[in-house]
């Protein structure tokens, strides 16, 4: 017999001043049963700073040919495609493919070794950007983790703040490699 997904729902509410983005999103959260809340709270938090016109989570571990998170036109092409975690190289050439910009967001301890076998290989891949999340601070993002959740993401001079009511992260992302053209925030 299958694990099904547990559920979670997320009132989050962006405040980006860098993007001049403004908007609050009711998210429902499949959480596969191999996900973690630290893994989850990762994906929130990459949602809170892409968010955008036509930004959806997806099936992602459910699915292995969609993203975590992606965004698509009015004409159901992918502008944007998010991962989450350490992707092997032939996913993210697919990726690269399918869509316009391609995000990675690596966070965990083990993070620096995935970077350095895999970085070369994807040098030419000019539609593809690579950020790490330090392993503290996607820990400290677990923490936020409730079933019913009412988050605030704050971005200014890019600094980024993931906040519940009742405990705030300070996030800074690192970035790996950064695409011709990206699309979202430059972090």
């Not at 959740?149 to 790996?176: F, T, Y």
């Amino acid at each position: 017999m299958a694990l099904k997904a547990i559920i979670y729902k997320a009132d989050l509410q962006v405040s980006d001043m860098d993007r001049n983005h403004y908007a609050d999103h009711a998210l429902t959260i499949a959480r596969h049963p191999s996900e973690t809340d630290e893994r989850m709270m990762v994906r929130v938090l990459t949602y809170a700073l892409h968010a955008q016109e036509g930004i959806a989570l997806t099936r992602g571990l459910f699915n292995v040919d969609e993203p975590e998170i992606w965004v698509k036109d009015l004409t159901g092409a992918i502008k944007l495609w998010i991962d989450v975690g350490q992707p092997d190289e032939s996913r993210l050439r697919k990726a690269c493919g399918r869509a316009e910009q391609v995000v990675v967001v690596c966070h965990a301890s083990s993070a620096e070794v995935w970077w350095k076998q895999i970085e070369v290989k994807l040098a030419r891949l000019t539609n593809l950007s690579v950020l790490r999340l330090p392993a503290d601070v996607s820990q400290a993002l677990a923490g936020l983790t409730e079933r019913t959740m009412k988050l605030q993401c704050l971005v200014q001079d890019g600094a980024v703040w993931l906040s519940n009511g009742n405990a705030s992260v300070a996030v800074e992302l690192q970035r790996l490699k950064w695409a011709e053209e990206a699309a979202g925030p430059r972090r």
